[in-house]
């Protein structure tokens, strides 16, 4: 082999060996942007499924609390939806009915505490304005929620609410 032909060969070995370089490099780099996109997605859907879900659970009325306690499990994963059943049937239930309760819930601010692809936990402020009974007024209640959702296929569902 010649000198020239060797320069080539070493020439077209380091061209080739930058071009993969190149192109790995390219992989990582369009890796991790899709990974952000994909937890900013889920951040923006998690956080809405968490408000309009966290105020519908927290919203019912005594002359229909069977269809507002449906409404509501249809947000929850299988799991968190048994501890809500217990909670409904063991005091909202017989509570609400007797005293006439009336509870309406809107979120006045949410914002995310810790974010995975498939599991995103949301603080959730809380205004809720109670009337039965036993008030002579409203009363509005406000609370603090740290709020998990979970992804079960193209849906966020509400899988824990911890008051804080």
Known sequence: MTERQQVRLTVLTAVVVLAVAAAALAAVAAGRVSHRHALDRARENAIGAATSGVATVLSYDYRHLSADFKKAEGLLTAQFRKKYDKTTAAAVEPLAAKYKAVS????????????????????????????????????????????????????WLIGAMSPI
């Open 104 to 155: 309406s819930a809107q979120i006045t601010a949410a914002g995310t505490v810790s974010i995975g692809v498939d599991r995103v936990v949301v603080l959730v402020f809380a205004s809720q304005t109670v009337t039965n009974s036993q008030l002579s007024a409203p009363r509005l209640d406000r609370s603090r929620i740290n709020v998990t959702m979970v992804r079960q296929g193209d849906r």
